[in-house]
């Protein structure tokens, strides 16, 4: 059985982590494929949004797989760190949307992906956590980091020395998660925001996912500046006259991306 499986439809890629009876646990086998099927979704122009979810109603990714981990030496533990780093990364620069679907926990590795993700969303029953510590080690897939911008130092500090989980309700309104869904309607309410986001003019979500990202790590000038460059460039593209005199004339517009 694939420990991840890949579905397209309608411009949307749905990523399903599969190890159920290992709760979607994070393997070199698992993450070697993710990392390559994000760099092969990232080159596909037939693809607008990339969806992550796990399989079951148990886990989205529960963390690293813990028995393969065990024995790791320190130079195992830097390859492993790398890769899962290196995935991560990929994700974020991917061009296209990226929604986490958390349909259960997101622990550790499992929380550090969603991190990765532009959106993430979860169920009511979804649990996050950077537990690490609990296994005497840390973080190793950025998670300290991006957790830290997410949520702010202080926040981060309890999540990572404490090792604790957090529920749906208490990542909301940290910050943490957008939204959350009764469980039944998770992947629909999902869905129904991505094709909200493709309604909308693509070099525009383009620009403004570029934008977002690189702002997060530079101060407000150049943020600013960033900002103005890229909103000049939408005049550069036929979205924008099509977006504009789709609003004068009152009609949905007619996107050719």
């Not at 202080?154 to 090792?163: D, H």
């Not at 309410?189 to 909200?196: F, H, Y």
């Amino acid at each position: 059985m694939a420990t991840l499986e890949v579905k397209i439809s309608d411009r949307i890629a749905t990523v399903l982590f599969n190890r159920p009876d290992a709760l979607n646990a994070l393997n070199l086998e698992t993450l070697e494929a993710f990392h390559q099927q994000v760099k092969e979704l990232s080159s596909r122009k037939d693809i607008s949004i990339v969806l992550l979810t796990g399989s079951g109603e148990k886990a989205f990714i529960a963390g690293a797989d813990i028995r393969q981990m065990h024995d790791f030496t320190p130079l195992q533990a830097s390859r492993f760190a790398k890769l899962g780093q290196d995935a991560l990364f990929s994700l974020e620069q991917a061009p296209q949307i990226t929604i986490a679907a958390v349909n259960g926990f997101a622990l550790g590795g499992g929380c550090e992906v969603a991190m990765g993700c532009d959106l993430i969303y979860a169920s009511e029953k979804a649990k996050f956590g950077q537990p690490e510590v609990s296994l005497g080690v840390m973080p190793g897939f950025g998670g300290s980091q991006r957790l830290l911008r997410l949520v702010g130092p202080m926040k981060a500090r309890e999540m990572v020395y404490t090792g604790e989980m957090i529920d749906a309700a208490e990542a909301h309104r940290i910050g943490l998660v957008a939204r959350v869904f009764p469980q039944a309607e998770l992947m629909s309410g999902v869905t129904e925001i991505a094709r909200t986001i493709l309604s909308k003019g693509p070099e525009a979500i383009r620009r403004s996912k570029a934008v977002l990202r690189e702002g997060i790590d530079t101060d407000l000038t150049r943020g600013c500046a960033l900002e103005r460059e890229h909103f000049a460039l939408c005049f550069a593209h036929t979205d924008q006259k099509e977006g504009m005199s789709a609003f004068l004339e009152k009609r949905k517009p007619n996107w050719k991306d």
